[in-house]
């Protein structure tokens, strides 16, 4: 029996809290093509990047030209800044941003630890005020109130922020499980209890630091979804995220789509393609430069390998034996066609020549030399900018929406 008319969306935050993986990063255009796969999984909404960081700034603005365009559509791109005023009005002078997620420290272990006595609680439930009250009041669309360190705080102060959030028109508000201190059953009463005295819908926003973070996600969610409210969960392609990682995209959306507790209880945001996992994951460890673990659920390269005696028999007569659901599922089982003979590739130094081969190859024509020649110093240009051989999917988009390739990759240093 399902749980009422509420939902679990995703909102997934490789683009922002992805890329703050210590050592690790992705480029411009690389998180673009993220955004352009996640769109096409049918993810709710994605947090694209920082509007108050001026290396952003033409990353941002392209990803909107793009969403105006309708090549990210329906997808949502909302930008992560600090609840203080100073950085709403910075977004809106930097960036055409619509949608915000305003981020303040709740527990007294961060605003004692970070402020040392300059801050009180009441000066930060003052500052979000403020911050949501300006955004609200200068166009932006939804506004999302982020808790950082959650839970650590008080419930009762958390409570307390969270209502000054709703009256002050908050959209969403956001429980983070900053340090993964939550475990499943802990996240479950703490957010269940938020959301019969908030009535807001809840965002959950954990980390993998005890490794208990998809499951402290989802039964975040399910807290939400008991308590009368829709769910957001925060994930990250692959798990990447600062220390130990954010939430898996592909192992929350199996959990909640074929775990006992879940399936055909729970209702996931429709629009899911859970058959784009395999693009979007081999994408993500490439561009990141991370191997996808073996055993990763549902993608690993272990994820439906049988080697014992009694699971190979009992796989091959009835795969359900032994597997929870398909490998087609994931958009797995397509053969890959690896080349061992002679390669011609594009990249920082390529001629005009070889690089018209490796286009007619993606049977792209160009009108003449001119247009070649312009693709080519483009993508040169992206080669220098993501210091990998490009992959056929960005070939074809800088070739495809040149000017946007170029904004991508466009950096205004300050004088």
Same mark, same amino acid.
């Given at each position: 029996m399902r749980? @009422?008319?509420?939902?679990?969306?995703?909102?997934?935050v490789?683009n922002?809290?992805?890329? =703050?993986t210590?050592?690790?990063?992705?480029?411009k255009l !690389?998180k673009?093509m993220?955004?352009?796969?996640?769109?096409?999984?049918?993810i709710? =909404?994605s947090?694209?990047g920082?509007?108050?960081?001026?290396?952003e700034t033409?990353y941002?603005?392209?990803?909107?030209?793009?969403?105006k365009m309708g090549?990210?559509?329906?997808?949502?791109?909302?930008?992560?800044?600090?609840a203080?005023v100073?950085?709403?009005?910075?977004?809106l002078?930097?960036? &055409?941003? #619509?949608?915000?997620n305003?981020?303040?420290s709740?527990?007294?272990q961060?605003?004692?630890?970070k402020?040392r006595?300059k801050?009180?609680?009441?000066?930060v439930l003052?500052?979000?005020t403020?911050?949501?009250?300006y955004?609200?009041s200068h166009?932006?669309?939804?506004?999302g109130v982020?808790?950082?360190?959650?839970?650590r705080?008080d419930?009762?102060?958390?409570?307390?922020?969270?209502?000054?959030?709703?009256?002050?028109?908050?959209?969403?508000?956001?429980?983070c499980?900053?340090l993964?201190?939550?475990?499943?059953?802990?996240i479950y009463?703490?957010?269940?209890?938020?959301? =019969?005295?908030? #009535?807001?819908?809840?965002?959950l926003? %954990?980390?993998n630091?005890?490794?208990?973070?998809?499951?402290s996600?989802?039964?975040g969610a399910?807290?939400?979804?008991?308590?009368?409210?829709?769910a957001?969960i925060?994930? %990250?392609?692959?798990?990447?995220?600062?220390?130990?990682?954010?939430?898996d995209?592909?192992s929350?959306?199996?959990?909640?789509q074929?775990?006992?507790?879940?399936?055909n209880?729970y209702v996931l945001?429709e629009?899911i393609?859970l058959?784009?996992?395999? !693009?979007?994951?081999?994408?993500?460890?490439?561009?990141?430069g991370?191997?996808?673990?073996?055993? !990763?659920?549902?993608?690993g390269?272990?994820?439906?390998?049988?080697?014992?005696?009694?699971h190979?028999?009992?796989?091959l007569k009835?795969?359900?034996n032994?597997?929870l659901?398909?490998f087609?599922?994931l958009?797995?089982g #397509?053969?890959?066609? /690896?080349e061992? @003979?002679? &390669?011609i590739?594009?990249?920082?130094?390529?001629?005009?020549?070889?690089?018209?081969n490796v286009?007619?190859?993606?049977? /792209?024509?160009?009108?003449?030399?001119?247009?070649a020649?312009?693709i080519l110093?483009?993508?040169?240009y992206a080669?220098?900018?993501? &210091?990998?051989?490009?992959?056929?999917?960005?070939?074809?988009f800088?070739?495809?929406?040149p000017?946007i390739?170029?904004?991508?990759?466009t950096?205004t240093?300050?004088?």
């Amino acid at each position: 029996m399902r749980k @009422g008319n509420n939902r679990i969306y995703i909102i997934d935050v490789t683009n922002r809290d992805g890329v =703050q993986t210590s050592r690790l990063g992705l480029a411009k255009l !690389q998180k673009t093509m993220i955004n352009i796969m996640l769109n096409e999984m049918g993810i709710y =909404q994605s947090e694209f990047g920082f509007p108050v960081t001026r290396h952003e700034t033409h990353y941002l603005n392209a990803n909107l030209r793009l969403a105006k365009m309708g090549v990210l559509k329906p997808i949502i791109l909302s930008g992560w800044i600090r609840a203080i005023v100073g950085d709403v009005k910075l977004a809106l002078e930097l960036t &055409q941003v #619509e949608h915000l997620n305003i981020s303040a420290s709740t527990s007294n272990q961060m605003i004692n630890g970070k402020y040392r006595g300059k801050r009180s609680g009441d000066d930060v439930l003052k500052d979000m005020t403020e911050a949501l009250d300006y955004a609200k009041s200068h166009g932006i669309k939804t506004v999302g109130v982020n808790a950082e360190d959650a839970s650590r705080t008080d419930l009762s102060f958390l409570i307390k922020f969270a209502k000054a959030a709703k009256e002050h028109g908050a959209d969403r508000f956001r429980y983070c499980d900053t340090l993964g201190f939550d475990d499943p059953f802990t996240i479950y009463h703490r957010v269940k209890s938020l959301a =019969q005295k908030v #009535e807001l819908p809840i965002e959950l926003h %954990c980390h993998n630091d005890l490794g208990m973070v998809v499951g402290s996600s989802v039964a975040g969610a399910k807290a939400a979804i008991d308590a009368g409210v829709d769910a957001y969960i925060n994930t %990250c392609v692959n798990g990447m995220g600062e220390r130990a990682g954010n939430a898996d995209l592909v192992s929350v959306v199996l959990a909640i789509q074929k775990s006992s507790g879940f399936a055909n209880k729970y209702v996931l945001d429709e629009r899911i393609d859970l058959a784009k996992s395999w !693009q979007i994951s081999t994408y993500a460890s490439y561009a990141f430069g991370v191997n996808i673990p073996i055993n !990763q659920p549902g993608v690993g390269a272990n994820a439906f390998a049988h080697e014992s005696g009694i699971h190979a028999d009992g796989a091959l007569k009835d795969r359900h034996n032994y597997e929870l659901y398909d490998f087609h599922e994931l958009g797995r089982g #397509e053969p890959e066609i /690896i080349e061992t @003979g002679r &390669q011609i590739t594009a990249g920082e130094y390529s001629g005009i020549k070889g690089f018209r081969n490796v286009y007619e190859k993606l049977e /792209i024509r160009f009108h003449d030399d001119k247009e070649a020649t312009e693709i080519l110093e483009l993508v040169r240009y992206a080669n220098v900018h993501t &210091q990998r051989p490009l992959t056929k999917r960005e070939l074809l988009f800088i070739a495809n929406y040149p000017d946007i390739a170029k904004e991508l990759m466009t950096f205004t240093p300050l004088a």
